[in-house]
């Protein structure tokens, strides 16, 4: 059985003036106890690698989108990025869904798309997950 986990980060503005808040929507955690229950089969209340590392992924594809955005002049009012990260008993880390939801003043779907896959090429997260697949739902608001 495949359990998803996911973690979603808030931007809010470019890299370097922006900011963002990044929860983990798995497990509600202040703290982050892991488990292998946690992570084979989804015990509430425990975090688990792949949460973990949906948090890292959103995070940064968060600020590879907005810094790539910034640089060509479209600094984004918000994104809104949730990682969700699969793991398959036996299988390991399967997949990475990244969907992005996106505030941009002044730029068209095409573009808007165009920086989207490029920004899920261009995270270092994404780069460090070269094995797994990563796949990417992304709307302007």
Same mark, same amino acid.
């Given at each position: 059985? @495949?359990?998803? +986990?996911?973690?979603?980060?808030? /931007?809010?503005?470019?890299?370097?003036?922006?900011?963002?808040?990044?929860?983990?929507?798995? +497990?509600?955690?202040?703290?982050?106890?892991? +488990? /292998?229950? @946690?992570?084979?089969?989804?015990?509430?209340?425990?975090?688990?690698?792949?949460?973990?590392?949906?948090?890292?992924?959103?995070?940064?594809?968060?600020?590879?989108?907005?810094?790539?955005?910034? $640089?060509?002049?479209? %600094?984004?009012?918000?994104?809104?990025?949730?990682?969700?990260?699969?793991?398959?008993?036996?299988?390991? !880390?399967?997949?990475?869904?990244?969907?992005?939801?996106? $505030?941009?003043?002044? !730029?068209?779907?095409?573009?808007?798309?165009?920086?989207?896959?490029?920004? =899920?090429?261009?995270?270092?997260?994404? $780069? %460090?997950?070269?094995?797994? =697949?990563?796949?990417?739902?992304?709307?302007?608001?």
């Amino acid at each position: 059985m @495949a359990l998803t +986990s996911e973690a979603t980060t808030l /931007w809010f503005g470019d890299l370097v003036t922006g900011s963002g808040t990044t929860s983990l929507d798995s +497990s509600d955690a202040a703290e982050f106890p892991v +488990s /292998w229950q @946690a992570r084979s089969e989804g015990v509430a209340g425990l975090t688990n690698p792949e949460e973990l590392l949906g948090a890292a992924h959103s995070a940064c594809y968060s600020m590879a989108l907005s810094n790539e955005l910034g $640089k060509a002049g479209h %600094a984004p009012e918000s994104l809104q990025v949730t990682a969700a990260v699969t793991f398959q008993p036996g299988d390991g !880390i399967t997949g990475s869904h990244l969907l992005v939801s996106a $505030k941009i003043p002044g !730029i068209t779907e095409d573009e808007f798309q165009a920086f989207a896959e490029g920004a =899920k090429e261009n995270c270092p997260v994404s $780069k %460090a997950l070269a094995g797994v =697949k990563i796949t990417l739902e992304a709307n302007l608001a």
